[in-house]
């Protein structure tokens, strides 16, 4: 049976079918609440409303965040390419980018197109040194549980800066949350089951199911990462995201042609088009981002964050 973790500023709850009991911890951090699992299993007897919480994200910073890129074979058509042929690859995100479930998604000023994508994020329990053996068998041992999270994008620095730390790492660019949901052994073996959902203002943008659109899953994910970054209880592994982006790449045609262009030139035709695209995220837009099995037995709950731009 899953255990679902909540967090407030001023600690830590477990959900119980009664409400959100308190757990009885000093844990101030993930990694330090993940290895207090007396506490855990022995939450108050009082009990609150989940609603009456204001909840912050479960993964606490400082904190590795990494990320797959282009890991479902619907986004990877999307932009052009071959699922066949994609690589494993990763990118950074300061952890300063996490914020709660709840907050809001602050665009700079000086960004013009900004972007969403759902993904599940996998929260590290284990120590992960480099060289670690990770395989099918036993990856759920490193991976203490999962979370939703939406990897906010600055398309307008991303793309001609060619590089995504920086336009994925503003504050508010990683929501956490709400809950981190613990799985035992017989859980983890469904993870191809959970379906993310992503909307915008009640419009449907993403829907995919996991098992049927990712490429590299968790295990390929740790055992690639393992070959050169260490990985410690706290840190999350964001997993990639399906199609359903406001950016979209070019026709074939289009982009062939695009090529043969100056780099400014293209560009400045590039952005002129992608400003017209009414799917990048406008200020009080309403994202709701959702990650469950269609049974309900494993629910990672919703993110509502709305969008307001900095003048």
């Known amino acids: 049976m899953t255990t679902t973790i909540y967090r407030t500023a001023d600690g ?19 990694a330090e609440l993940l290895a207090d699992r007396a506490a855990l299993m022995a939450p108050s007897k009082e009990v609150v409303a989940l609603g009456d919480l204001d909840l912050v994200s479960p993964v606490t910073t400082p904190c590795r965040v990494v990320a797959q890129m282009t890991n479902y074979r619907s986004h990877v058509i999307d932009t052009g390419m071959d699922p066949k042929t994609i690589p494993l690859t990763f990118f950074r995100k300061a952890s300063g980018s996490v914020c709660g479930p709840t907050d809001e998604i602050v665009r700079p000023a000086h960004v013009g197109l900004l972007d969403y994508e759902v993904e599940v994020g996998l929260v590290i329990g284990k120590s992960m040194p480099v060289g670690s053996e990770i395989t099918e068998a036993n990856v759920f041992e490193y991976v203490a549980g999962l979370v939703v999270t939406n990897d906010i994008s600055a398309r307008d620095v991303q793309l001609p800066k060619t590089q995504f730390y920086e336009a994925k790492s503003y504050p508010t660019f990683t929501p956490v949350g709400p809950a981190l949901v613990l799985l035992d052994e017989a859980e983890w073996r469904r993870f191809g089951e959970l379906n993310l959902h992503l909307e915008v203002n009640g419009e449907e943008r993403q829907h995919a199911n996991v098992g049927e659109d990712m490429i590299f899953g968790p295990a390929a994910a740790l055992a690639g990462l393992s070959a050169f970054q260490r990985l410690e209880p706290g840190d999350v592994v964001l997993t990639g995201t399906p199609v359903g982006t406001a950016l979209s790449a070019p ?40 990650v469950s099995t269609a049974d309900g037995q494993i629910d990672l709950g919703t993110q509502r964050n709305v969008v307001r731009y900095q003048r």
């Open 12 to 30: 830590w709850f477990v959900q119980t079918p009664a409400g959100a009991a308190r757990v009885e911890t000093a844990a101030t951090t993930t």
């Open 251 to 290: 026709g074939g045609v289009v982009g062939m042609i695009a090529n043969l262009l100056p780099p400014a030139v293209k560009w400045r035709m590039f952005f002129a088009g992608q400003a017209r695209n009414p799917k990048y995220l406008h200020d009080g837009d309403v994202i709701t981002a959702h």
